[in-house]
């Protein structure tokens, strides 16, 4: 459970209720951080469904592992995912968009292939650390 995420507990519980008898549902939590990787990189799609978010990290851990995300627009989630580009950004609480976008990259992998792909790039270009590193040589440069 995210620890800054005080409702996480309940709602699991919930949603463990609910899937309970479920044989193609499993639910993981505190996955190490090799499952976790394993499973963004064997995704189709992976969820971001946030009501308020921070930068959310997780949505770049996927964009890098080139699997196009489905997220909501708020935080920083906008700032990494590029709606129709290497993902989608949706209303938190629209839920028959989500169903749709998640139900039309799974129905073209050919799509998802080239957001994922887009995703890998947007990241590189933007997030990396080498990115910044590289912005302050050029800064370094102009003011010498």
């Known amino acids: ?10 709602i699991f519980e919930k949603l463990e209720e609910t899937v309970r008898g479920e044989k193609d549902i499993h639910l993981i ?18 969820i971001q469904k946030s009501l ?6 997780t ?20 700032s990494q995912v590029i709606d129709g580009k290497n993902g989608y950004l949706l209303d938190p609480v629209d839920y028959q968009g989500f169903s749709e976008k998640i139900t039309y990259l799974l129905k073209h992998p050919d799509i998802a292939k080239k957001m994922g792909e887009f995703g890998k790039k947007h990241v590189q270009k933007n997030f990396l650390i080498t990115r910044h590193l590289s912005d302050y040589i050029e800064l370094m440069k102009k003011t010498i």
């Open 1 to 10: 459970m995210a620890t800054d995420d005080p409702e996480g507990q309940e």
């Open 52 to 57: 308020k978010e921070g930068f959310a990290i």
């Open 29 to 46: 939590i505190n996955a190490s951080d090799i499952v976790i990787n394993a499973l963004q990189r064997a995704s189709a799609v992976v």
């Open 59 to 78: 949505v770049s851990e996927a964009l890098w592992k080139k699997t196009p995300v489905v997220a909501s627009n708020v935080g920083g989630i906008p």
